[in-house]
C-alpha cells in the first residue's frame, strides 16, 4: 500500500511540476472560470434574481462554472502524455493503477484550488447566501472529487482518439448529469439551511464517486494498456 | 567477465517470438517473424525503413500486440506473465520522448520512483555520470541537444538495472565518441547477461549483434 502510494505520489508529483512550469490546465480552468463568474455576475448580478428564486438558480449557475471550467482542462493530464509521446515510456514504467492514482489525485488538487478561488468569489459577486459552510464545504469536496474521478476515466479513453475535438465533453455529460442534479441539490439545501437536504444529496454524491472510482479501477488497466 | 570464457550463468530472462505478424488495417506490416534471444545475447533487428523494425520492439516489449502469433519471456524454466514483463525491460526508442519540462534528474528521479527503485537518488545520479551527463545542470530537457537527448534516454533505460534492453536505433544523434561509449555500454550489459533487442539500420550497430533477424519491408 505504501509503495503504491509513493509511486502514484510520483506521478502526481511529475504531473504539479510541470504543470507550475506550463500552466496549461491552470490557464484553461482558470481563464474560462473567471471569464464566464464575470459574465454572470456582470449580466445577472446579486439583485436580478427573485428572492425566492435564488437558492435555485445560484446553485445551478455555480455547478454550471465548475462543470464547464473542469471540461476545458481536466483532460489535459492524459492528452498531454499523448501529445507529446511520453506515455509510451510511462506505459512502461509505471503500473496502470499507479498512473491512474496519480492522474486522479493531479485533477483533484487542481479542481479543489479552482473552487478554493471560485466559490468565495461567486459567493460575493452574486450575493450567494450560504446557511452552512460546513456542509457546502462537504457538497464542493464530494462532489469536486466525483467529478475529478469521472473526467479521469474519461480523458483517459479520449486522449488515444485521433479526433479529440468534443468527445471529452460529449462522453462525460452523460456520466456527470445525475452528478449534476444531486450537487445542486445539495448545494440548494446549503443555502436553505436545510441539514436533511444536505445529507440527502451528499449521500448520494458520495455513492456515485465510489461508483465510479470502482468503475474506474477495473477499466483503467485496459483503457491504459489497450 | 568475459563472456567467451565465463558463458552467463545466472537467471537472466530468453525472449522467444513464434510467427509474429502485425497489420495496421489494411496495411502488412511484417508477417512470420520468429525467433529468440537469450541472456548474454544481442539479437538485431535490421530491414530498410518502414520494414517495421521498431514495431517489432514494441510488440516484443508488450506495448504493442501483434495481430498474430506470441511472445514469451522465460526465466529458468518459468514464464513471466505479460504484466509483469515491464518490471524486467528498459528501453530507448525515437517514437518515447521523455518529459521536456523537467530537468534531467527529475525525469530520472520520476522513472526511478514508479519503478519503485531503491536509493533512487544516487542510482540517478550514478546513471547521468554513466552517460556523460551532469547530474546537477538544472537546464530542462527542452534545452537540450539531440545527443544529450538520447544519453538521456540511454540513462533511463537502465537506471533500474534491467535484465532486458530494447534499443531501437540507439546511436541516433550520437557523436563518434558517443558510439564508441554506446558501444562499450552495450558490450558490458550483454556482458553481464542482459538479453538485448537492438533495432538498427546502422552497419556499425549490426556488427553488436550476436543473432539477426532481418525485416524485408
Known amino acids: 500500500m505504501w509503495r503504491y502510494l509513493a509511486e502514484a505520489g510520483a506521478v502526481f508529483a511529475k504531473d504539479m511540476r510541470t504543470e507550475l512550469r506550463t500552466r496549461v490546465a491552470f490557464n484553461a480552468l482558470g481563464l474560462f472560470a473567471i471569464t464566464t463568474l464575470a459574465a454572470v455576475s456582470y449580466t445577472i448580478g446579486p439583485y436580478r434574481i427573485a428572492e425566492a428564486d435564488r437558492p435555485y438558480l445560484l446553485s445551478a449557475l455555480l455547478w454550471i462554472v465548475i462543470f464547464f471550467a473542469a471540461m476545458a482542462g481536466l483532460d489535459r493530464s492524459f492528452v498531454k502524455e499523448e501529445d507529446s509521446h511520453t506515455a509510451a515510456l510511462l506505459r512502461l514504467s509505471a503500473r496502470p493503477l499507479v498512473v491512474w492514482g496519480g492522474k486522479l489525485l493531479f485533477n483533484v488538487v487542481v479542481l479543489d484550488l479552482l473552487m478554493v478561488i471560485l466559490v468565495p468569489l461567486y459567493v460575493v459577486l452574486m450575493g450567494f447566501e450560504v446557511r452552512s459552510i460546513t456542509g457546502l464545504v462537504w457538497i464542493l469536496l464530494a462532489g469536486g472529487y466525483t467529478l475529478a474521478v469521472t473526467t479521469t476515466i474519461v480523458a483517459a479513453i479520449i486522449a488515444r482518439a485521433s479526433s479529440r475535438g468534443a468527445l471529452f465533453s460529449v462522453l462525460s455529460l452523460p456520466l456527470l448529469l445525475p452528478l449534476l442534479i444531486f450537487v445542486i441539490q445539495g448545494t440548494r439545501a446549503v443555502a436553505e439551511g436545510s441539514a436533511g437536504g444536505v445529507i440527502s444529496a451528499l449521500r448520494a454524491v458520495i455513492s456515485l464517486g465510489g461508483v465510479m472510482t470502482l468503475v474506474s479501477i477495473v477499466l483503467f488497466p485496459a483503457v491504459w494498456n489497450e | ?217
Open chain 2, 1 to 217: 567477465m568475459s563472456r567467451g570464457i565465463f558463458p552467463f550463468m545466472g537467471g537472466g530472462i530468453t525472449i522467444e517470438f513464434e510467427d509474429l505478424a502485425k497489420r495496421f488495417d489494411m496495411r502488412v506490416v511484417f508477417r512470420s517473424v520468429s525467433g529468440r534471444v537469450a541472456p548474454g545475447e544481442v539479437l538485431a533487428v535490421t530491414g530498410p525503413n518502414g520494414s517495421g523494425k521498431s514495431t517489432l520492439v514494441t510488440i516484443l516489449c508488450g506495448l504493442v500486440r501483434a495481430t498474430r502469433g506470441r511472445v514469451l519471456y522465460r526465466e529458468g524454466s518459468g514464464e513471466i506473465p505479460r504484466e509483469s514483463w515491464r518490471d524486467h525491460l528498459g528501453i530507448v526508442a525515437p517514437a518515447m520522448s521523455l518529459y521536456e519540462e523537467l530537468d534531467a534528474l527529475e525525469n530520472l528521479r520520476f522513472f526511478a520512483l514508479v519503478r519503485g527503485v531503491d536509493d533512487a537518488e544516487t542510482r540517478c545520479r550514478a546513471s547521468l555520470e554513466r552517460v556523460g551527463l551532469d547530474p546537477d545542470r538544472t537546464t530542462p530537457v527542452r534545452g537540450f541537444s539531440t545527443g544529450m537527448h538520447q544519453r538521456l534516454k540511454i540513462a533511463q533505460a537502465v537506471l533500474h538495472d534491467p535484465q532486458v534492453l530494447f534499443l531501437d536505433e540507439p546511436g541516433a544523434n550520437l557523436d563518434p565518441a558517443g558510439q564508441d561509449w554506446l558501444e562499450k555500454l552495450v558490450a558490458s550489459e550483454r556482458d553481464a547477461g542482459k538479453t538485448i533487442v537492438l533495432a538498427t539500420n546502422d552497419l556499425r550497430e549490426m556488427e553488436w549483434g550476436t543473432s539477426r533477424v532481418a525485416l524485408s519491408g
